[in-house]
């Protein structure tokens, strides 16, 4: 313990330990700022007529293909929707992770609470809403325009059902100042117009 006290009084010791610090302070800034520049780069769209290939495939309404296994929503505390667009109450979700379709309750591509910009009260409706078929030109268009904008975000979507969770759920179109919704009680929008701004 003695020896270490006297070693570390040692200026030069001192010295050494400070070089090396600094040393490894700027060899991690400059890996740091490697990556930042690198990864900018490769969001960089090269020309106006680069379109990033979006891996979307899209549902085809009433298909034949029987499924086994769904995907849902999950978040809802009373709604689900599942990704062949069946909304029902989460005590008529089967164990599959699918909507009972011989429940009362359980509706497909139901609009319910939805406004004609495409923005609806409630997220389950706008999911299910958006997987309608029909929305594909209005989807295409917006991953389209996304590729520019949104591509780390729209990238990452595999299918129909991806699209439609991350659409409604992240629309920045719903918000003014960051902070408050244009429209509280439209604020989960799949289509192309924000909602209307309410009045304060």
């Known amino acids: 313990m003695m020896v270490l006290r006297r070693l570390l009084r040692k200026r030069w010791v001192l010295g050494v330990v400070f070089g ?3 040393i490894y302070f700027l060899t991690s800034t400059f890996k740091q700022e490697e990556r930042t520049i ?3 780069t490769l969001l960089e769209v090269k020309d106006a007529d680069h379109r990033i290939p ?3 495939r ?3 309404g009433n298909s034949s293909r029987q499924i086994t296994q769904c995907r849902n929503s999950i978040q809802g505390k009373t709604l689900l ?3 062949l667009g069946y909304v029902c109450e989460r005590n008529d979700l089967l164990v599959n992770g699918c909507c009972n379709v011989n429940s009362p309750s359980t509706r497909q591509y139901i609009c319910k609470s939805c406004l004609a910009n495409g923005c609806c009260n409630i997220y389950e409706y706008c999911v299910s809403c958006c997987l309608q078929p029909d929305k594909q030109p209005l989807l295409e268009r917006f991953l389209n325009r996304a590729a520019e904008g949104f591509s780390n975000l729209f990238t ?8 439609c969770l991350a659409k409604c759920r992240t629309s920045s179109q719903s918000v003014q100042h960051e902070n408050t919704y244009r429209n509280p009680q439209a604020k989960y929008c ?10 304060i």
Do not use: I, M, Q
């Open 20 to 22: 090396l610090s600094l």
């Open 38 to 40: 690198r990864d900018r």
């Open 54 to 56: 979006w891996k979307v």
């Open 58 to 60: 899209f549902n085809l």
């Open 81 to 83: 929707t599942d990704e």
């Open 156 to 163: 990452a979507v595999e299918d129909h059902f991806e699209l």
């Open 190 to 199: 799949y289509g192309e117009s924000p909602p209307e701004l309410l009045p």
